[in-house]
């Protein structure tokens, strides 16, 4: 059996590391590609009058590409422009029908002010990567420019009052998924009717990514903020992340075609006399529920915009609770 590289106090005192392989992280039949956008749903979002121009950042990488193609087989039109870290990269993506030129940190002010002249109603959507999340939203909101925030990390309390300095409209969320935003918001109801309901309980959480993902899972931080008004305990540091895809595979239990694409979670909770113990897990393949729940939050968001709705600030819950989830 492979052993963990994380705090060996967690693990000999958790289920996962009794069980030997991580059976309770049972992987779910995963598909390989996202499902083929029908005609009916691309005929839907044109006929529901929500066809704008949307701007995706981070086409160099692959929540980038994922988005990208989702919003254009949902009948939206990509802006062909994309911006990178790095300079001179001097590139062009393909995605379906659109070459998306890609511009480096010194052009992107004046690149984004012109595609604001001409799209004056685009919405940008933004999968970058944590060290770039201020800097790209401070930009987004000097210039007006409505975003969704897929990036996860950075500082999500600088990113608030970056958008409410600047009146700017935004939709803010660590987690685009469907099925998991509606887990995400269950655990908020429960954390604010029974706040410590779970009053000494330990929590311990496991979540597994593929090796380039850079920080701590955001879903995972905001879960646990819900377990912690329950009243349970938790110590950030003894997170058990794993990022090795052999332990992925092995002892997590991740299809080996989505090794390179994967979010599973697992929370694990004991009463203090250990006599009662809980458990709860979400896990994704690939990227697909993030790719259309992206393109859904930039039709709300863009509908907000449009009705010039006074609240400017959004969550995914947002979103779901108006019922414009797919
Ligand atoms: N909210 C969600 O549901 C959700 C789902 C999946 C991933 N994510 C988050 O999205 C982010 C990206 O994930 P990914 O898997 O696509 O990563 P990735 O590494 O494949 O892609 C990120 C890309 O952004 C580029 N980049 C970095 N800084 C940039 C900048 N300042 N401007 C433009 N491009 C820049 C990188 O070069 C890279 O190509 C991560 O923070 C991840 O946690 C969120
Ligand atoms: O693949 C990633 O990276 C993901 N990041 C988000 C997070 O940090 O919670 C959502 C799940 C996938």
Wanted: with cysteine.
């Amino acid at each position: 059996m492979l052993s963990l590289r994380a705090p060996p106090r967690t693990l000999s005192a958790s289920p996962w590391r009794r069980r030997g392989r991580l059976d309770g992280f049972a992987a779910p039949r995963c598909v390989s590609a996202a499902p083929p956008a029908t005609t009916l749903e691309t005929a839907t979002a044109r006929s529901a009058g929500v066809s704008f121009p949307i701007l995706v950042n981070g086409c160099t990488g692959k929540m980038g590409v994922s988005v990208a193609e989702a919003a254009t087989s949902r009948g939206l039109h990509l802006v062909p422009v994309s911006f990178s870290s790095r300079e001179n990269l001097d590139k062009t993506i393909q995605v379906g029908d659109t070459d998306v030129e890609i511009y480096g940190p010194s052009a992107r002010e004046d690149v984004l002010s012109s595609v604001i002249d001409e799209y004056p109603d685009v919405v940008v959507v933004d999968y970058t990567a944590p060290d770039s999340v201020n800097s790209n939203a401070e930009l987004y909101c000097k210039l007006g420019v409505p975003f969704v925030m897929g990036t996860t990390g950075g500082d999500q309390q600088l990113l608030y009052k970056s958008v409410q300095d600047s009146e700017n409209y935004a939709l803010i969320s660590p987690q685009m998924g469907k099925q998991v935003v509606a887990f995400l918001a269950a655990m908020e109801t429960i954390a604010e009717q029974f706040p410590g309901a779970f009053s000494g309980y330990r929590l311990e959480v496991l979540e597994s990514h593929q090796a380039g993902k850079l920080d701590t899972s955001g879903t995972a931080k905001a879960v646990i903020a819900c377990f912690e008004k329950l009243g349970a305990v938790f110590d950030m540091e003894r997170m058990v992340k794993i990022r090795d895809p052999e332990q992925q595979l092995y002892m997590v239990g991740v299809p080996e075609e989505h090794i390179e694409g994967h979010a599973f979670h697992l929370y694990h909770l004991t009463s203090p006399d250990d006599s009662v113990s809980f458990e709860f897990q979400h896990n994704v393949c690939g990227r697909s529920i993030y790719a259309e729940g992206s393109v859904d939050a930039a039709v709300f968001l863009y509908k907000k915009v449009q009705s010039m709705d006074p609240k400017r600030i959004y969550n995914m819950i947002d979103v779901l609770q108006e019922g414009d989830m797919r």
